[in-house]
């Protein structure tokens, strides 16, 4: 998974940023990030803070490294059942 290059108190300040009448193409030109970014950031992180965004951010990897432990333990159980399958 990409990493962001920005720390999510650096989103909510640029938020802020447009909260505050800031124009998106005054934003993108500034820090370097697309239009499409910047508006999916406002659409996921809109009207949160930076420590409820550093919260988000620390369940969706935690959520990543579950799902990869989930995936592994399912081929390791299809691979046991197919061995104990062809023993009987």
């Known amino acids: ?3 962001s290059k920005f720390s999510p108190t650096q989103i909510a300040a640029i938020l802020k940023e447009f ?3 800031k124009k998106v193409e005054e934003i ?3 820090y370097g990030v697309s239009r ?3 508006y999916k950031w406002r659409e996921r ?10 919260r988000i951010k620390e369940l969706e990897e935690e959520n990543a490294k579950l799902k990869r432990m989930y995936s592994n333990l399912a081929l390791d159980l299809e691979a046991a059942k197919y061995i104990i399958e062809k023993k009987l």
């Open 45 to 54: 992180y809109g009207g949160m803070t930076a420590s409820e965004l550093k």
């Open 19 to 21: 909260d505050n009448g």
């Open 28 to 30: 993108a030109r500034t």
């Open 36 to 38: 499409a970014a910047f």
């Open 1 to 3: 998974m990409k990493t």
